[in-house]
């Protein structure tokens, strides 16, 4: 909070580098179970990004990816679908359908579908975040098994 109190003072309230700090900061109160304020703080540093960098860029994906877990810890699992999208779409286009980063948001993705009971959905869109995963990462990485547990759920 003091970080985000200096940076406002020397940057304005709707500088990139405030942006930043209110990202970090909603994250730590997403860390501490605190999601409203961690949605609150995200939702402002969206505005002042998609603002500066337009809407389609990758730190834009990133605090909506953010921004989708936050809703999806509220309980609004569709609200978490529709902001993952966003960034999945920024994520293809930036990185392309393969990458890492794309596996990512793809898992959060399928994570939301299960919480809304898309199951079918869930587990096509959790095997293709697999799929990079292991060609990325091998069999053996903690994201692997990260993805094939919630896959499990998804059955």
């Not at 990139?16 to 730590?28: I, M, P, T």
């Not at 501490?32 to 990758?58: P, S």
């Amino acid at each position: 909070e003091k970080v985000l109190e200096i940076k406002e003072r020397e940057y304005g309230r709707d500088h990139v580098e405030v942006a930043a700090s209110l990202v970090n900061l909603g994250n730590a109160y997403g860390g501490l179970g605190d999601y409203a304020k961690q949605r609150d703080l995200l939702v402002r540093a969206l505005a002042i990004q998609e603002r500066e960098y337009g809407g389609d860029h990758v730190q834009v994906a990133i605090t909506l990816t953010n921004l989708g877990n936050a809703h999806g810890d509220l309980g609004d699992n569709a609200k978490k679908r529709d902001l993952l999208q966003r960034a999945l779409a920024i994520n293809e286009r930036e990185y392309g359908r393969d990458h890492v980063e794309s596996a990512c948001t793809l898992a959060n993705l399928g994570n939301a579908h299960g919480s809304l009971g898309d199951y079918a959905k869930s587990r096509n869109v959790l095997e293709r975040a697999l799929a990079i995963q292991e060609r990325e990462y091998g069999r053996d990485h903690v994201q692997v098994a990260n993805t094939l547990h919630n896959l499990g759920n998804a059955y």
